[in-house]
């Protein structure tokens, strides 16, 4: 089993509106939470985040990229830029569990809302790569073997 760590974003603006979302269970339950984002981090040297980062928001809007895309490019974002919530207070925790079990560490953020103004803050074109270009030694890092380059060229060309 991978060791990871657990990355919890927390909003603590003080501005209940802004601080929590609505969210509705299957058995039409209603909730609020304050949960901004999690990420989990398997790399061995992964560093938890200090304060002052500032959390990343993302849109699809395939309209404006400079490209025409295929239809597994349009589903996912396209652009994002810095967001509005920024990291003022973190906390780690080590849990005592046996080696071996799934997570070595949660890191817990709290985030203040500081948007920054519209005009300085323009969304970015995310780079979507197409595989269908792609070099031999891209797909190679990417876990594929030769005989897999012309299919995976071949899909990606058709928009699969």
């Not at 990420?39 to 309209?63: I, N, Q, V």
């Not at 295929?70 to 396209?78: L, M």
């Not at 005592?96 to 005009?119: I, S």
Request: glycine share 6%; net charge negative.
């Amino acid at each position: 089993m991978t060791n990871q760590r657990t990355y919890l974003f927390y909003a603590n603006s003080g501005d209940d509106a802004k601080d929590t979302s609505r969210l509705i269970a299957s058995d039409g339950q209603e909730s609020l939470h304050s949960l901004l984002a999690q990420h989990f981090d398997c790399s061995p040297d992964g560093e938890a985040p200090e304060e002052g980062c500032r959390l990343s928001e993302y849109k699809s809007d395939p309209s404006a990229y400079s490209r025409p895309l295929n239809k597994r490019e349009a589903a996912g974002s396209t652009h994002h830029r810095p967001g509005p919530w920024v990291v003022t207070r973190v906390e780690s925790y080590l849990p005592d569990l046996p080696v071996g079990t799934e997570y070595t560490e949660v890191v817990m953020c709290w985030c203040d809302y500081q948007p920054l103004p519209e005009a300085d803050n323009p969304w970015i074109e995310m780079i979507i790569p197409s595989l269908a270009d792609a070099p031999d030694e891209m797909l190679e890092l990417m876990g594929l073997k030769p005989e897999q380059f012309d299919e995976v060229r071949d899909r990606e060309s058709v928009g699969v």
